[in-house]
């Protein structure tokens, strides 16, 4: 089972500041297949990044994921007041599902 | 847009059973499979269980497998999660959530597009 570390735990930040986030794989991920969500409480889970770098529809053009193999980062340019909130990442390039614990990105 | 409604859950002591739903909008019901995903207090997001496009493949979790049953009603547009012999550790935020690719198996892994503000089941005596 592929094990997804994220870190840090929780960033704390400025709105028009850059967040970089983690997520890092106990073995390297096949094909790059990796998604990043975003989670506010009360919310649905909003789908950012699949494949590692591609955006999903909708989400707007400051995300942006990198990364292959084992380590994979999500990059917010410019944190708005509406990206605090959770981060996971989740890998789905094999047949059992893991999830990340969550990077909180928070207002300093 | 998805549209993915969730209700069903509550309060419930253990050992007892409780029902989900999922009300689906906004996207072909019938061509999706469909996942149900919790997050317990304090933690992360966990998968659950997963059901294709044709209610032909099933998937569960070690932690519910033999207690919970998903099914789906596609005339409907409808996913089900049935819950027996609950525990405290059932204690979660049930969410429902649709593969954002048409035509996969329940039991892939794949990834999810969520659309609801999910249901809260609490698991206490």
């Known amino acids: 089972e592929i094990v997804l570390t994220q870190s840090p735990g929780t960033l704390s930040l400025s709105p028009g500041e850059r967040a970089t986030l983690s997520c890092r794989a106990s073995?390297?991920?096949?094909?790059?297949?990796l998604a990043w969500y975003q989670h506010k409480a009360g919310q649905a889970p909003r789908l950012l990044m699949y494949?590692?770098?591609r955006r999903f529809t909708g989400v707007p053009a400051r995300f942006s994921g990198s990364g292959s193999g084992t380590d994979f980062t999500l990059t917010i340019s410019r944190l708005e007041p509406e990206d605090f909130a959770v981060y996971y990442c989740q890998q789905y390039g094999t047949s059992t599902w893991t999830f990340g614990q969550g990077t909180r990105v928070e207002i300093k | 847009d998805v549209h993915l409604m969730e209700s069903g859950g509550g309060l419930a002591q253990p050992g007892r059973s409780l029902r989900l739903s999922c009300t689906a909008s906004g996207f072909t019901f019938d061509e999706f499979a469909m996942h149900w995903v919790r997050q317990a207090p304090g933690k992360g997001l966990e998968w659950v269980s997963g059901?294709?496009?044709?209610?032909?493949?099933?998937?569960?979790s070690d932690s519910v497998k033999g207690r919970f049953t998903i099914s789906r009603d596609n005339d409907k547009t409808s996913l089900y999660l049935e819950m027996n012999g609950l525990r405290a550790d059932d204690t979660a935020f049930y969410y429902c959530?649709?593969?954002?690719?048409?035509f996969g198996r329940g039991s892939t892994v794949t990834v999810l597009e969520f659309g609801g503000q999910g249901t809260l089941v609490t698991i206490s005596s």
């Open positions: 959530a649709k593969d954002i690719n048409p």
């Open positions: 059901i294709s496009w044709n209610s032909v493949d099933m998937a569960y």
């Open positions: 494949n590692a770098s």
């Open positions: 073995q390297s991920v096949r094909d790059n297949y």
